[in-house]
């Protein structure tokens, strides 16, 4: 009587019989990347739920440069106005499905804004060390004061010359106890005048037309 052929199959040009070690070897890898596929899945839905939730936070001026469908800004744009708890995790699921539709390029871009958003931009952190530059200089010498009120002409200047006396009453208090190796300590006039003048420095940057590039 004749034998039965093995029932098998083949796998890169390699026979494999069914119910032989490799077979099951084979099989328990395909599951193992079948479960790792679900979780990479899972994964990369939550990530595009937290995406459209961090969209309701992004600037205006940001969220217009998207290419955002009107059904996904309508959605958005409701989730804002709810105040319910049950309510918004609904809206919420709903923006997660409509934000898993999307394309990769378009969550690339929504990745791109909110990331510019986090970070300073470089106007911003110009800014600010123009005003630490400020504060010591208006610290540390009396014809600074001078030069910051040509620049700043809507100055409280009374109020700006108490906090200058008192941040350098407080440098010298600080400098007496100071010890060895401990970082500097600054007091309230200090920090007072860096946000008047971080104030003063971001009206004028609003004041200034953007420049014209041919």
């Known amino acids: 009587m004749p034998r039965k ?15 032989s070690e490799l077979d099951q070897e084979l099989k328990r890898e395909l599951k193992g990347s079948v479960e790792h596929s679900k979780t990479d899945l899972k994964k990369h839905s939550e990530h595009l739920q937290a995406l459209g939730e961090a ?38 699921q709903f923006i997660g499905k409509l934000m898993r539709a999307l394309d990769e390029s378009v ?9 510019e958003q986090r970070k300073p931009s470089a106007r911003e952190t110009l800014m600010l060390h123009q005003a630490e530059q400020w504060r010591d200089a208006l610290i540390a010498d009396d014809a600074a004061l001078t030069r910051w009120l040509e620049q700043d ?19 010298q208090a600080t400098a007496s106890q100071e010890r060895p190796g401990e970082a500097v300590r600054h007091g309230k006039a200090y920090r007072e005048i860096f946000q008047a003048v971080r104030a003063a420095l971001a009206r004028d940057d609003e004041d200034t037309p953007p420049h014209d590039h041919d």
């Open 5 to 19: 052929p093995t029932k098998g199959y083949f796998v890169r040009g390699q026979f494999v019989a069914i119910g």
């Open 55 to 92: 969209l309701l936070t992004l600037r205006s001026d940001l969220m217009a440069r998207l290419d955002l469908s009107d059904k996904l800004l309508d959605a958005l744009a409701e989730a804002k106005r709810i105040t319910n708890f049950e309510g918004k995790r609904r809206q919420m």
């Open 107 to 115: 969550v690339h871009d929504i990745e791109a804004a909110l990331e």
């Open 153 to 171: 002409q809507q100055a409280d200047v009374q109020h700006l010359r108490a906090l200058i006396r008192q941040a350098r009453k407080d440098a």
